[in-house]
């Protein structure tokens, strides 16, 4: 579920005494409108470990102060920066980029996507296997709270078409829609590779050894 | 050239184990290209072995994750582990070995192609999912090795006779940089010159892996800091404490030198600079960890303090130098058995080894081959050391607690598998069971022959059962019934066990084409075990040959001594 556009009633640009541009939406204010550099940097202060973390997923993007101040963070504890930002507020994510108040040279934008087409990226997906830490700019996330909680609460369907779908490889794509034919999704299509007399395709090795290594996913370690 | 893929996707350990069938492969065929896939964790283990041509990871952290995670489509797992073994897809191997036995590997190993001459060594499956072997090593390894805890067989032995190859003995097995060799040396020579205050009698330098990711493995903490304190006031021996550069094994060595006062010496290592650090040292003590497995590769001599559910006949060292010293095998409960001996409970057995048992076995080493002394140990503790032999390496109880019974069944099956498989091994085996480990052999001798006889039953009623089978299918269910009671006999303390278990792996792979095919091959298998009964009692013969034989020449002796003497004439 994306953003619907009617979910915005209003949005104006402000000049925060500090004279920093504060966007309003729905008359929340984005960030402080005394001095949203300096929050910023409170924020990150109090929010970002002291540890090697160099990958951040932020939920919300505003007009990016916070995001300035990790990516400043990070360079002074000389790590590089990988940032992921979700923000479903297009119309403040592209002003954002225009007014020039992101550095975009080490940042992920994801605007407006849909939990599916968040969750179903494959550049994204590499990213969140390394584990980011996540950081949440409340003032959006209470904004635009069903969307984070839609995100957040995202299960990928389970049918073997949807997977085939997220599949790029031609000939596991025909392999997998195959199976969908017969069975209604991996867990389904193990049972009957494991009850059936004889396996027809070389792939049918591939699912079962992908089964077994999930089932033994908690017995390896190193020794 | 030779293409040979290597499938191991086990532990860190059994990575380093793949050295002695790589430089085994390499030394038979030079003109060999090995790649070797791995998980991710275990690259850098991989990278340490010599002869390896190519390393391919799968990252399994990040398969599971993807699989395990809900908000993930399984696709991207699915996608993952078919991108990951793409390149060894496309190729048309001469050789796979499946040296991990497990099931992914297996199926793995299913997956990829040979070409037309190329086999698959170790288990995998054909597409009518039956169990494919290409050689009786490969049952005796799935079926025997994998599952009996008093096996007869070590893993690396096994595998070496599945692949048609000999041990290399005089290579180099591991990558070890010239930059951490002469750091080690210089640093280990530096220590024996603070340290040593005898100027005749050099310092030895005793390694001490103190941290075994498994806590049953561990040496016992009070044991640990006993054997260590001892060390420190041997002015004979310079204790040096190894751990890995990982905060878990600094905060433990910290803790363990405040314990000690702060005198410990630590030296930390990662994978790539320990072989050097080991080869530098005198000895190594250590619970069964990778640092074992490295230290064996370098031929440093360890001893290893077995414990836990570490697999003991199975992972042996291969060093004739170094011992094994374990609470008595009989009362250890191993993982992945079927058959525990004594059906012991698993219970905590670090205490089992005493402080005085690790420093007696030092000493001992340290005494050099002249002496016939053996160490004194406490009850319930047995030393073992490794006997080359032509099977490989066997691991030969040296003092202690014995169970004559035990050892006999381990090594007398060694013997016939062996020779059953073309390997003839020295009779020496016989008359050390005869003569030396049963203490009781007309009690034992019974006990193996009542076990045949019930064997031989079961045997006989499974053959006529069978052609009953034959001649009316509605005898089927009671020659099925017959075979089940058949295939029942694998007590571990049967010498026949074995061969029952081998038998098994081989009615698990029958591949005829209906009924009447497979009927006629298992018809032929029963006979072979039939055959293998036979060579079980002419064995059972021998060592009672040997042992009477013994009894005859002792009383002779005896008699001839107690005799009078001549009296010279007046």
């Known amino acids: 579920m994306s953003l619907s556009p009617s979910f915005v009633k209003n949005y104006e640009i402000k000049i925060s005494k500090s004279g920093h541009k504060v966007p309003v939406v729905n008359d929340v204010h984005l960030h402080s409108i005394y001095d949203p550099i300096k929050e910023a940097e409170t924020f990150i202060q109090k929010t970002v470990k002291e540890n090697d973390q160099q990958n951040f997923l932020v939920f919300g993007l505003g007009f990016g102060y916070h995001i300035e101040a990790l990516r400043k963070a990070l360079i002074e504890r000389k790590k590089t920066p990988h940032i992921v930002i979700i923000e479903p507020n297009a119309k403040v994510a592209y002003d954002c980029i225009e007014l020039g108040l992101i550095n975009q040279d080490d940042c992920y934008l994801s605007i407006n996507q849909s939990a599916d087409e968040v969750y179903n990226n494959k550049d994204l997906t590499r990213f969140l296997l390394k584990k980011p830490q996540v950081i949440t700019h409340s003032s959006s996330f209470n904004l635009y709270s069903d969307y984070f909680k839609t995100l957040l609460g995202y299960e990928s369907p389970t049918s073997l078409e949807h997977m085939a779908r997220q599949i790029h490889s031609p000939t596991l794509k025909e392999y997998i829609n195959d199976l969908s034919l017969t069975n209604t999704s991996f867990s389904d299509a193990i049972t009957s590779l494991s009850a059936s007399r004889s396996l027809n395709a070389e792939l049918d090795f591939l699912m079962l050894a992908l089964n077994e290594l999930t089932l033994k996913s908690d017995q390896l370690t190193n020794g | ?570």
Not at chain 2, 107 to 116: D, E, F, P, Q, R
Not at chain 2, 335 to 363: A, M
Not at chain 2, 529 to 539: A, E, G, M, T
């Open chain 2, 1 to 570: 050239m030779q293409h040979v893929l290597i499938i191991n996707l086990k532990r860190l350990g059994d990575v380093y184990t793949t050295a002695n069938l790589v430089s085994a492969l390499k030394s038979q065929s030079p003109n060999t290209e090995v790649t070797m896939l791995v998980f991710d964790e275990c690259a850098g283990a991989a990278r340490n072995i010599a002869n390896i041509d190519h390393i391919l990871t799968i990252n399994r952290k990040e398969i599971i994750t993807l699989k395990v995670n809900k908000i993930f489509s399984d696709g991207m797992a699915v996608e993952n582990l078919f991108e990951a073994l793409k390149p060894l897809k496309s190729s048309q191997w001469d050789r796979i070995v499946n040296f991990s036995n497990d099931k992914i590997s297996a199926y793995i190993a299913s997956y990829l192609n040979t070409n037309s001459n190329g086999k698959k060594i170790g288990v995998n499956f054909s597409a009518d999912k039956s169990i494919s072997y290409n050689s009786e090593w490969d049952i005796v390894y799935n079926e025997l090795v994998a599952t009996t805890e008093n096996t007869p067989f070590s893993f690396v032995d096994t595998l070496l006779k599945m692949n048609g190859v000999d041990e290399e003995k005089t290579k180099s097995k591991l990558i070890m940089s010239r930059k951490h060799t002469e750091n080690a040396e210089r640093n280990i020579a530096h220590l024996k010159k603070k340290f040593q205050t005898d100027l005749n009698t050099p310092a030895r330098v005793i390694g001490i892996q103190i941290f075994s990711s498994h806590k049953a493995k561990q040496i016992g903490h009070e044991t640990l800091k006993g054997v260590i304190n001892k060390l420190i006031s041997d002015s004979r021996y310079i204790p040096l404490v190894l751990i890995a550069p990982i905060e878990s094994e600094r905060v433990f060595a910290q803790n363990l030198n405040q314990e000690l006062g702060n005198q410990l010496i630590i030296a930390e290592a990662d994978l790539s600079a320990l072989a050097s650090v080991l080869t530098s040292i005198d000895f190594l003590l250590t619970p069964d960890t990778v640092t074992k497995h490295i230290a064996d590769l370098c031929k440093t001599p360890c001893l290893e303090v077995s414990l836990g559910s570490a697999p003991l006949f199975k992972q042996g060292s291969k060093n004739p130098e170094s011992f094994v010293l374990t609470p008595f095998a009989p009362s250890r409960v191993f993982s992945n058995v079927e058959n525990n001996f004594l059906n012991s409970e698993t219970t905590d057995q670090s205490d089992v080894i005493q402080v005085s048992d690790i420093l007696n076995c030092i000493e001992f080493f340290f005494s050099g081959e002249n002496t016939n002394l053996v160490p004194v140990l406490s009850e319930n503790v047995t030393l073992y050391r490794p006997v080359s032999d032509q099977a490989g390496v066997r691991l030969q109880a040296v003092c202690g607690k014995i169970s004559g019974d035990y050892e006999s069944v381990r090594l007398l099956s060694r013997y016939l598998i062996a020779k059953s498989l073309g390997t003839d091994l020295n009779d020496e085996i016989i008359e050390y069971c005869a003569n030396t480990l049963v203490k009781d052999l007309p009690r034992w001798m019974d006990e193996q022959k009542t076990f045949v006889t019930n064997i031989t039953k079961d045997l006989l009623s499974t053959l006529r059962a069978l052609i009953q089978a034959q001649e009316s299918k509605k005898k089927v269910i009671e020659f099925v019934t017959n075979l089940d009671r058949l295939l029942a006999n694998t007590d571990d303390r049967s010498l026949i066990s074995p061969f029952v278990k081998i038998f098994r792996g081989k009615v698990e792979a029958l591949s005829g084409e209906g009924f009447t095919d497979n009927i006629r091959e298992l018809e032929g298998l029963l006979y072979e075990l039939k055959s293998d009964l036979q060579k079980v009692l002419q064995v059972l013969k021998d060592v009672e040959t040997s042992w009477t034989t013994k009894r005859k020449d002792s009383l002779k002796k005896a008699s001839t001594q107690n005799a009078p003497s001549i009296m010279p004439r007046a």
